[in-house]
Each structure stands twice: as structure tokens, then as C-alpha cells.
């Protein structure tokens, strides 16, 4: 004869059994699509770290290739990191080191074009910013000034904003607008630093201009003393 015992476990059978009928199939998606969302992470984890140790031996290969002065080598190096592994942090500083061997070996315009693959590609705001500006002074060098204020019209960080404005002054410089790059000057000057050493730098470019950066402070000082004398 059956207990009160065994009748409440049936009882509780049956409505486990009602449950699973009702609720099992949706329990039982909703287990696979966690668990496959679980393995897809570990694997896109994994898929990264390979992809940022292969993209890393390639990028040594550009290092080497570039102190040995290869400029073919760092060409061809830099083309297998871009197309294989272009979103990679490493391809990205071989883009830069690709560069700079480009200019130093006369080829300015492979450098411009690695410049411009960066600036395309990375989603570091530092690394496109850095990536702009060494742009902008190629196309300068080439004399394209249009194409270099380009480079220089978009949206920069305010980390950046000096740095942008001393290019611009160059430019306006290189162009004969002489009021125009003093006035980007100071605006340079004034957004660095005071222990920043390009501050300096910038300092000798307004003084070869005739232009003292501490000139507007100190006629700012003389009137703001004026005015105090004039209401004692």
C-alpha cells in the first residue's frame, strides 16, 4: 500500500514532469546559447593571443629589417603584417617604424601611405593623432599644404591641440602668412606646458618672427596695474 511519503514524491514527479513538458525546451536553449556564448569568448580569446603572437614575430621581422636598412625586406614585412594581421596593435607601430625607414631612404611617398594606413586604421585616439601629424609634415615637405591642413582639420584630443597648431604655423609660415603662424605659434606656446622642452622650441620660432610670447602677459599685467592705480 502506498505511503503518504511515496504519494507526495509522485505528486512532486508529476509536477517536475509538467514543468520540464512546459518549460524544458526554452531551459534547454537558453543552457546552449550560454554555454555557446561561453566557448565563442574563450575562443575569440584564444584567436587574439595567436593572432598577437604571430602579428609580434612579424613585427620583429619589420625591426630587423629596418636596422639593417632593408628597405625591401621592411616593405615586404610590413605588407604581410597589414594584410594578415592589420587590426593588431603590431601592425600599427610596424606602420610607423615603416615610415620613418620610407623617409630616410627617400621614399616619402611609401611613407605618406603607411601614415595614412594608420591614421586609417587604428582605434588608438594617441596613435591616429601621432600618425596625423607626422602626415601632415610630409605633405608639407611636398609642398601639398592643402592636403597637410587636411590632416590637421580633424577632431584631436586637447593633449594634441598644441602640437596641431605649431604644424599649422609652419605651414602658414611656409606660405608667407606670417601674422597667421605667429598667432597659431602662441596659441602653440600657450597650450604646452612650461616644462614641456618643445615649448622651447616654439619660443625661438615666435622670437625669429619678432614675436615675444610673454608680451601679451606682461601688457596684460601693465593694464590690469593701470587699472588698479586708477580706482585707489
Known sequence: MATALDLEEQEQLDQLKHFWNKWGDAITWTLIVVFGAVAAWNGYQYWQRREASRAAILYATVEQAAQAGDVAMVARSFSDIRNDYGSTTYAQQAGFLAAKVFEEKGKPDDARQALAWVADK??????????????????MNAKSYDEARKQLGGSFSDAFA????DRLGDIDLLQGKKADAVAEYLRAYNGLAADRPYRRIVEVKLASLGADPQAPKAAAAKDAASAAGGRS
Do not use: C, H, I, N
Open 122 to 139: 587604428t582605434s588608438d585616439e594617441g596613435y591616429r593623432a601621432v600618425a596625423r601629424l607626422r602626415l601632415a609634415s610630409l605633405l
Open 162 to 165: 598644441p602640437l596641431v597648431a
